[in-house]
């Protein structure tokens, strides 16, 4: 399984990105897609996930902002951000994994892209 992640970049507060995550192959039904952020001297958070059964969930940091959607046919999963801030920029990391109960285990990981919030 490999996943490319894109659509990084620099854009001012309050603005929007969407980000897109390719997957390899037919996964996208099959299994949970995640998105996870790391800023600098911080650790991984995972803050949205899209399970096969289409449910979504958000951390609150990103609720009401942040989408997360997916386009089965195009094997991709997409990360539309809204109302950016600086405390948003970070690398931007996509996965796929499976649940078990309602905690979400990433398997595979893209390579990050950037994105950087600043006026």
């Known amino acids: 399984v490999q996943l490319q992640a894109s659509g990084g970049g620099l854009v001012q507060p309050g603005g929007s990105l969407k980000l897109s995550c390719a997957a390899s192959?037919?996964?996208?039904?099959?299994?949970?897609m995640g998105w996870h952020r790391q800023a600098p001297g911080k650790q991984r958070e995972l803050f949205a996930t899209l399970s096969r059964g289409g449910n979504t969930n958000y951390a609150d940091s990103v609720k009401g902002r942040f989408t997360i959607s997916a386009d089965n046919a195009k094997d991709t999963v997409y990360l539309q951000m809204n109302s950016l801030q600086p405390s948003d920029t970070a690398v931007y990391y996509c996965?796929?994994?499976?649940?078990?109960?309602?905690?979400?285990?990433?398997?595979?990981w893209g390579q990050g892209t950037q994105v950087t919030v600043s006026s």
């Open positions: 996965s796929t994994g499976h649940n078990i109960g309602t905690y979400y285990y990433p398997d595979y």
């Open positions: 192959g037919s996964i996208l039904p099959l299994n949970t």
